[in-house]
């Protein structure tokens, strides 16, 4: 199948909202990922505009560790993202396949998404969907952060309530004025994650049953997962609880501040 000059090859993989597939641009020969909504969800007003806004972050947004806008197509019934093709995996896919993974490696990884978001939230954007699934390692070893689908400006206050419950903060899933400390929440959960293989909110029967444990119940502690991580434990736990505190003033107030706790990860 072909759209304008992109001819698509074969699926990728798919998140919440959208497909995601492998394409050659035909001008230049060169692999391309292109997005597309799934089916009808263009027509709904607020994906819609939310699609415009994604493309528009990616314009907005220069960063090695940020995938970047080739094109985008926008029809009445479909739109496309036409993407860098990140050659390699998410982190949750990859996470899946290997278990959880070493200190070192989590605090590597974390370092560049950290330096993208740094950089996203001193230009005012919220990444506001921050998970293993958003975040692509390449062949290459490069980190590249994706899918600003539910994206934000940090200077509007209240948004409506997207995304993962599984990563979003208190304040998030309470559809409370939110800042860049609920993207350094979801950091926290992405790191439990990765060090685990496995989310620290899971079991909930119901997602009032989720959303109560995210308000009032601690993050349970990790424990050894490797016999290297042994003196490590204590601070992937640190750095863990101090992202994801209930309250956002007791959390990493910026994205520096929780690097510099990191690089005692990769030291
Ligand atoms: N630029 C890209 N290069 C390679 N794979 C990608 C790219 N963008 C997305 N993907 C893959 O497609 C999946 C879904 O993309 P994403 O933008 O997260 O969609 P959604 O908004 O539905 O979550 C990702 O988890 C990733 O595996
Ligand atoms: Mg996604």
Redesign the pocket.
Known sequence: MRIRHYEIWKP?????????Y?AIDLHDGRQ??L?K??NGMLENPVMREKFIE?ANRYLYLNHPNI?KLKDFILEDKEGY?I????????L??FVEQVGGLPAQNVGLFCMEVLAALAYAHKKEVLHL?IKP??I?LSEKNEI?L??F??SSDAKKSKKEIMGSPFYMSPEQISGKNIDQRSDIYSVGVTIYELFTGSLPFQSSKTREELYEHIKSSEIPKVKMNFECDREYVNDVNEIITNCTAKNPDNRYQSCEALQYHMLKLIQ
């Open positions: 990728i993989n798919s998140g919440g909202t959208a497909n995601v492998l391309v990922a997005k909504l799934k994604e995938v993202l993407m860098e093709f990140v050659d390699g995996v998410n949750k896919n969907d699934a958003n692509m590249k994706i899918d689908g539910i």
